[in-house]
């Protein structure tokens, strides 16, 4: 049967010994690692960023539905900053430093620090929702460019990627879209 699956185990542990310094990062960990690195550095910047506007939000939202919304923001917040944690534990895994320079998370960010001047609960579902969708897509192009080089940082991506369209689609509710 050509098709017949084997492993060689006996290179399998060979390799895993000679090769313990690099951690968790295997031969099998075909993608450029600098690359991935400064990319998941840029997850990281963005999902500070969303967490600081979400946070920014959920306190000086005012309006009627303000309790409903602001919780939502405050519950969005949460998960943003545990994604950049998850991102920032990858790097660390890959042999990199995650980045948290506050001077520069602004540019290596994908999606925009908004503030509204008015606190108006509806532009601020809207400039949140639009933050999502970049980073929706953005993160499906980030999987797909990571393709089957590195399973687990693609399967992070993917994973971030569906709460991400659940924030998403909380907003568009919030909305009435």
Same mark, same amino acid.
């Given at each position: !049967? &050509?098709?017949?699956?084997?492993? +060689?185990?006996?290179?399998?542990? +060979?390799?895993?010994?000679?090769? !313990?310094?690099?951690?968790?990062?295997?031969? =099998?960990? !075909? %993608?450029?690692?600098?690359?991935? #690195?400064?990319?998941?550095?840029?997850?990281?910047? *963005? @999902? %500070?960023?969303?967490?600081?506007?979400?946070?920014?939000? &959920? #306190? /000086? &939202?005012?309006? /009627?539905? $303000?309790?409903?919304? &602001?919780?939502?923001?405050?519950?969005?917040?949460?998960?943003? !900053?545990?994604?950049?944690?998850?991102?920032?534990? $990858? %790097?660390?895994?890959? =042999?990199?430093?995650?980045?948290?320079?506050?001077?520069?998370?602004?540019?290596?960010?994908? *999606?925009?620090?908004?503030?509204?001047?008015?606190?108006?609960?509806?532009?601020?579902?809207?400039?949140?929702?639009?933050? @999502?969708?970049? /980073?929706?897509?953005?993160?499906?192009?980030?999987?797909?460019? %990571?393709?089957? $080089? +590195?399973?687990? *940082?693609?399967?992070?991506?993917?994973?971030?990627?569906?709460?991400?369209?659940?924030?998403?689609?909380?907003?568009?509710?919030?909305? =009435?879209?």
């Amino acid at each position: !049967m &050509a098709n017949q699956f084997a492993l +060689d185990v006996t290179r399998i542990r +060979d390799d895993a010994r000679a090769r !313990m310094a690099a951690g968790a990062v295997t031969e =099998g960990n !075909m %993608i450029d690692r600098d690359n991935l #690195i400064d990319i998941l550095n840029q997850v990281v910047a *963005t @999902e %500070i960023v969303c967490y600081l506007r979400y946070t920014q939000h &959920a #306190i /000086v &939202a005012t309006g /009627v539905d $303000r309790a409903q919304v &602001a919780a939502e923001f405050t519950e969005h917040a949460a998960d943003e !900053m545990k994604h950049g944690l998850r991102a920032a534990e $990858r %790097i660390s895994q890959l =042999g990199g430093n995650p980045d948290f320079d506050p001077v520069t998370l602004r540019e290596r960010s994908h *999606t925009q620090y908004v503030e509204t001047e008015d606190n108006d609960l509806t532009r601020m579902l809207e400039e949140n929702l639009v933050a @999502e969708r970049i /980073v929706i897509t953005s993160y499906q192009e980030i999987a797909r460019w %990571i393709g089957d $080089r +590195d399973p687990t *940082t693609r399967r992070l991506m993917e994973s971030i990627l569906e709460e991400e369209e659940e924030h998403a689609d909380d907003l568009n509710d919030l909305l =009435g879209n």
